[in-house]
T-cell receptor, first 116, second 112 residues
């Protein structure tokens, strides 16, 4: 019930193209949906995040689309560049019952390769 | 702030040995998380603390794993005895209520 399902597992996009990564969740108690970017040998770093009261958030070339009724959200990378090649994780966070309770659940990740 | 600091960055140990991973969270953060990352299972939450108190350790795979947070600026993850299947990258992250988690660089553990 607290899973986040992410697809595709890997993605190859040509430079200048659009990269799209999708995630779905079940638990409606999730209230914050961040995307993390991870380069080899590094820890995941926050890329962009959205709350369920908005349907879209854009930061530069990165856009999150959020569909609350379908319990789905996606990351779009416009004008993809070779430097965007990394692993992307969607996540969902909820403050569940219990003092101090805080759940940040990650998808399995998508390895993006942007080819010149 | 230097971010979340983990040590060591790499650890190679023999099966059966005790391994201790260390983490210094970002000052002022009241949540601390330990994650394990493998190709097969992705990022798994092992345990997290709030105000130095363990809140959920349901992700700890076995009794061989233990974690402590003696104060707000330090936490350890210990594996005793270690096994080859424990080989993974272990991440520490910290955060506050209503903020995202900030990750350290990770410790790559290899058990031979």
């Amino acid at each position: 019930q607290q899973q986040v399902k992410q697809s595709p597992q890997s993605l190859i996009v040509q430079k200048g193209g659009i990269s799209i990564i999708n995630c779905a969740y079940e638990n409606t108690a999730f209230d914050y949906f961040p995307w993390y970017q991870q380069f080899p040998g590094k820890g995941p770093a926050l890329l962009i995040a959205i709350r369920p009261d908005v349907s879209e958030k854009k930061e530069g070339r990165f856009t999150i689309s959020f569909n609350k009724s379908a319990k789905q959200f996606s990351l779009h990378i416009m004008d993809s560049q070779p430097g965007d090649s990394a692993t992307y994780f969607c996540a969902a966070r909820g403050l569940f019952s219990g003092a101090g309770s805080y759940q940040l659940t990650f998808g399995k990740g998508t390895k993006l390769s942007v080819i010149p | 702030d230097a971010g979340v600091i983990q040590s060591p960055r790499h650890e190679v140990t023999e099966m059966g040995q005790e391994v201790t991973l260390r983490c210094k969270p970002i000052s002022g953060h009241d949540y601390l998380f330990w994650y394990r990352q493998t190709m097969m299972r992705g990022l798994e939450l092992l345990i997290y603390f709030n105000n130095n108190v363990p809140i959920d350790d349901s992700g700890m795979p076995e009794d061989r794993f233990s974690a402590k947070m003696p104060n707000a600026s330090f936490s350890t993850l210990k594996i005793q005895p270690s096994e080859p299947r424990d080989s993974a990258v272990y991440f520490c992250a910290s955060g506050q209520t209503n903020t995202e988690a900030f990750f350290g660089q990770g410790t790559r553990l290899t058990v031979v």
